[in-house]
């Protein structure tokens, strides 16, 4: 089945402790994102990646680092997590060109900073 | 930078009835995409509907149809015969025709009452 997936689902944590949330689609897909959905504000981009060692900063990177060493695989890592990053996450992929570039989105990611 | 505007927070409307969700954008560009994604209470993103401005004629997909006006940058949605399962956030997004920016309205919660 061609899906996004996203690991942990859920997570709470307390300030300033590194944390890593996994991104995998298995569409051989050029393109991932990831966004934080925050209530008002909608789906607000954090870091884009055309393609493998291609990573881009969106609108909102302060305090997120990603990497994209394969093509399947885009984590985002909090190192050093704090209570305004307590946010919905979404990871997202697409092809990079053609009319079918819509992206699919994973599950989500519900993280809590304490 | 491109910015996408949704003007109603909420909507309602009665089962089997007809509702309309607006949604504008700003952008200098002139070739790019527009979508709508439809988000459940289970927080999964589900894309409804797409255009590509490049394209005059509106884009339908069963109950689900836009009214694209280029000129005045706008990007309605209309559904028809609505339905219970239609209660959802629906999100306006707008992409880049180089891929790199998406954009998203703060959304729009429609409640479908029986």
């Known amino acids: 089945e061609a899906q996004v997936t996203q690991n942990p689902r859920y997570l709470i944590t307390v300030t300033g402790k590194k944390l890593t949330v996994t991104c995998s689609q298995n569409?051989?897909?050029?393109?991932m994102s990831w966004y934080r959905q925050d209530p008002g504000l909608g789906l607000r981009q954090i870091y884009y990646s055309m393609n493998v060692e291609v990573t881009d900063k969106g609108d909102v990177p302060e305090g997120y680092k990603v990497s994209r060493k394969e093509k399947r695989n885009f984590p985002l890592i909090l190192e050093s997590p704090s209570p305004n990053q307590t946010s919905l996450y979404f990871c997202?992929?697409?092809?990079?060109?053609?009319?079918?570039?819509?992206?699919?989105f994973g599950p989500g990611t519900r993280l809590t900073v304490l | 930078a491109q910015t996408v505007t949704q003007s109603q927070p909420e909507m309602s409307v009665q089962e089997a009835e007809t509702v309309t969700l607006s949604c504008t954008y700003d952008?200098?560009?002139?070739?790019?995409?527009l979508f709508w994604y439809k988000q459940p209470p289970s927080r999964q993103m589900i894309l409804v509907i797409r255009?590509?401005?490049?394209?005059?004629q509106n884009a339908t997909e069963n109950r689900f149809s836009v009214n694209f006006q280029k000129a005045a940058k706008s990007f309605s949605l209309k559904i028809s015969d609505s339905q219970l399962g239609d209660a959802a956030m629906y999100f306006c997004?707008?992409?880049?025709?180089?891929?790199?920016?998406?954009?998203f309205g703060a959304g729009t919660r429609l409640t479908v009452k029986p």
């Open positions: 569409m051989n897909h050029e393109y």
């Open positions: 255009q590509e401005a490049y394209k005059q």
């Open positions: 997202a992929s697409s092809f990079v060109s053609g009319p079918y570039n819509e992206q699919f």
């Open positions: 952008t200098s560009e002139s070739d790019y995409y």
């Open positions: 997004a707008y992409r880049s025709w180089n891929n790199n920016d998406m954009r």
